[in-house]
């Protein structure tokens, strides 16, 4: 049996993803990738988008291309790709987590900060801010905001800053976004 092309997948896919709202069409794929043991985060294509000005500025030598949703949401939060070099790596198409030490004087506050620099991640790799909480999990025991006894009740102190869930990921929301930004720019600055 041959395998099917993605385009011929994407169209078959299509008209039953087309009648959802974006969240569900994104834990619909995300229940998809689950049952082969992936997640959305970690198999996610980066978009490339083709109307990137030529003013974007170059890090380590070459162009950085981001799609709109990431373009548009560095734009309002006044950050830059040069600005966000000491935090992420931008390598060709892809975007790596650099950073190692979160802001905040407690285990809490350094959970809240992880989830929403990974979201910032996701944005950058993606162009939405769709997380899966494994990544975000793994990015606080890297950079030690991790508490085993107490990270369910430091996730939730987000609030109204993520929506979603532990089995289907979560996506950063206006708030969050505006929260991550300050969170990025705190980092930047020290």
């Not at 990431?70 to 987590?97: M, N, Y």
């Not at 990974?118 to 939405?128: F, P």
Request: charged share 20%; with cysteine.
């Amino acid at each position: 049996m041959e395998t099917p092309s993605i385009p011929h997948i994407a169209a078959t896919m299509y008209p039953l993803l087309e009648p959802l709202d974006p969240q569900d069409r994104i834990k619909a794929t995300s229940a998809v990738l689950a049952m082969f043991g992936q997640s959305l985060v970690a198999s996610a294509p980066v978009y490339v988008s083709a109307d990137v000005s030529d003013s974007q500025p170059e890090s380590y030598g070459f162009q950085t291309r981001l799609a709109s949703n990431a373009q548009r949401s560095l734009k309002q939060h006044q950050l830059s790709v040069d600005g966000l070099t000491d935090i992420f790596e931008f390598s060709g198409a892809d975007v790596a987590l650099l950073a190692a030490d979160m802001p905040g004087s407690t285990k809490k506050d350094r959970t809240i900060n992880c989830y929403l620099v990974v979201g910032v991640w996701a944005l950058l790799r993606t162009d939405e801010p769709v997380f899966d909480d494994e990544t975000a999990v793994q990015f606080c025991k890297t950079s030690g905001a991790y508490d085993g006894n107490n990270h369910t009740a430091n996730r939730r102190a987000l609030a109204n800053r993520i929506i979603g869930d532990r089995k289907y990921g979560f996506r950063l929301t206006a708030p969050g976004l505006r929260d991550a930004a300050n969170v990025i720019k705190s980092m930047i600055s020290s």
